[in-house]
């Protein structure tokens, strides 16, 4: 959620809107839409664009994938007519990948606001911006004010707060401040007009904070210790190396790839090259201990850190235990997929509880009220 | 035993074995097959997209594989329409294709010759978002999975890119130890 704005019922996480239509077990309230008629997103990265797209895409469009039915019910019934994606710097520093902003563009029936000509007057630095820059100058297929649905692209705007609705105006106040981005530090930083911020407000139905991962600081995980909040990835020397260097010393080897070391940003490609990096880190490592640690020891390993976490042991030993074996999977995919073959639809997504009801009646699991 | 996940290439590793009662418990299986299941793991996948048949040798379009370093790994043969990330699967290259051949994922990133670059047709709009996610890309970089073979791109070098070693975080630079 973001610092300076309230729970309320019309302000939700991103996460909740994407457990919603996929059928995530923790399985969140429905978001208003039958009541929406403008949505704000805060964020740019490609979980924006995807709630975005959910929301403005015809759901006729939708009917032959796996969106659960009651979920197409509701994007049928949903009054939203615009999107306004909100993000605090400039396009060259939006998270979003060049793909899923052209899946927007190419929606049928959606379109762009057209940028402004100051916004997109920027220099790209990288392939990757240039082409971004170029697709946001094109704009969307369909043509601005042809359509019943669109969305805009709010640069160098930041959320300062929000007014909540009341008996004098049915929608939230979103106040924003402007801003403009350091060409150097790329940081961003108010927008002054004679030494005055700039700001405005926006009134807005739904607002959807997407601000990539949050860890907690209350987490008890073992690695918590190593967890920077700021950074928001586990502190990580060259090589992944997490807890030491010290090769002789008996505390265990920890190491961090990918995004619990860098973050939750680069694709698979950047992650696989940094699980390269970091095996090659825990060969160098291992070719260099001392001669009395014994590598060709039977016990595969004596640390602590390398069992299953607690909570797998523990849940492995409780009666009620929430394992779901491959075979398990295999008989719900198998169900699925039939449930939907009389409607053309890919699969037709149980949620948690009717999946191992499912499993119950189909005997591959002990029933609840059976288990010893 | 529960089935297996997949786990074929790791020394050891924890599968679920569910008991009468409808618990579980948690054994430490050793993979002393390992090598062998990953390779035919390997195999499986080749088959899958593709289906590779090997050109009676002398005969086919030659594929010359290179490492970040411009050392040859392997010259191999391949028939008119074998994709490059297919035919490396099938010689056993080291070219990641995570996707399987889909265009959502950059790791069968390859660099090619100047002169065979330009005899393939221009990448798509898809091929190209993948590509701006590349690590080390060049101007004659192409998915591998997306360059079809033809006779005239017999000889035909693909190099795979450079990983930066120690790779750092937060802008720090690497220290030696």
């Known amino acids: 959620m973001h610092l300076q704005l309230p729970r309320d019922k019309g302000i939700i996480s991103a996460l909740d809107i994407v457990h919603w239509y996929t059928r995530h077990p923790s399985n969140p309230a429905p978001p208003p839409l039958h009541s929406a008629n403008h949505v704000s997103i805060i964020g740019m990265g490609n979980v924006s664009l995807d709630v975005a797209r959910m929301l403005l895409c015809p759901p006729s469009l939708l009917e032959k994938y796996d969106v659960p039915s009651h979920v197409l019910d509701a994007l049928r019934k949903s009054q939203v007519k615009h999107v306004s994606v909100i993000g605090r710097r400039g396009p060259l520093e939006a998270a979003f990948t060049t793909k899923e902003l052209r899946e927007m563009m190419n929606l049928p029936d959606v379109a762009l606001r057209p940028l402004e000509e100051s916004v997109s007057n920027v220099q790209a630095r990288t392939r990757q911006q240039s082409r971004t820059l170029e697709l946001l100058k094109k704009g969307s297929r369909a043509a601005f004010g042809t359509t019943l649905r669109t969305w805009s692209l709010d640069f160098y705007r930041n959320p300062l707060g929000v007014t909540l609705p009341s008996s004098d105006s049915p929608s939230y106040s979103l106040s924003l401040e402007h801003t403009t981005v350091d060409p150097i530090t790329r940081r961003a930083g108010p927008l002054l007009d004679s030494g005055v911020p700039v700001t405005s407000t926006l009134p807005t139905s739904l607002i959807v904070t997407a601000m990539g991962f949050h860890a907690e600081s209350s987490s008890t995980a073992p690695y918590a210790q190593w967890y920077d909040l700021n950074q928001k990835h586990i502190k990580t020397l060259p090589g992944g190396r997490v807890s030491t260097t010290n090769l002789d010393s008996d505390e265990p080897k920890i190491y961090a790839s990918g995004w619990a070391a860098t973050g939750a940003k680069g694709v698979l490609a950047s992650t696989m090259m940094d699980a390269y990096s970091v095996a090659e880190a825990i060969l160098e490592d291992w070719t260099n201990l001392t001669p009395s640690s014994d590598p060709h020891s039977e016990a595969v390993s004596s640390s602590p850190w390398d069992a299953p976490p607690p909570e797998i042991m523990k849940s492995l030993s409780s009666p009620d235990s929430e394992i779901t074996t491959y075979n398990d999977w295999l008989a719900i995919d198998a169900e699925e997929v039939r449930r939907a073959s009389t409607e053309g639809k890919e699969r037709e997504r149980m949620d948690w509880k009717e999946a191992k009801r499912f499993l119950y009646d189909k005997g591959l699991r002990v029933a609840e009220e059976d288990r010893s | ?177």
């Open chain 2, 1 to 177: 035993m529960e089935s297996q996940t997949r786990q074929s290439h790791v020394l050891a590793f924890w599968t679920p074995v569910r008991n009468p009662s409808g618990s579980f418990i948690l054994q430490l299986v050793r993979n002393n097959t390992a090598a062998n299941l990953y390779k035919s793991s390997l195999e499986h996948t080749a088959a899958a997209h593709g289906n590779i048949t090997r050109p009676r040798p002398g005969t086919g379009i030659k594929v010359n594989f290179k490492d970040s370093k411009g050392n040859l790994i392997k010259t191999v043969e391949a028939n008119e329409g074998d994709d490059i990330l297919s035919i490396a699967h099938e010689h056993d290259i080291d070219l990641e294709g995570a996707c399987e051949g889909s265009v959502a994922c950059s790791t069968c990133h390859v660099i090619l010759t100047a002169e065979h670059y330009d005899l393939l047709p221009e990448p798509e709009d898809d091929e190209n978002d993948m590509l701006d996610m590349a690590f080390g890309l060049t101007d004659t970089s192409r998915l591998g999975c997306q360059v079809k073979l033809t006779k005239e791109l017999d000889g035909i070098t693909a190099t795979l890119p450079s990983a930066t070693r120690n790779m750092f975080v937060d802008g720090k630079k690497p220290t030696h130890h």
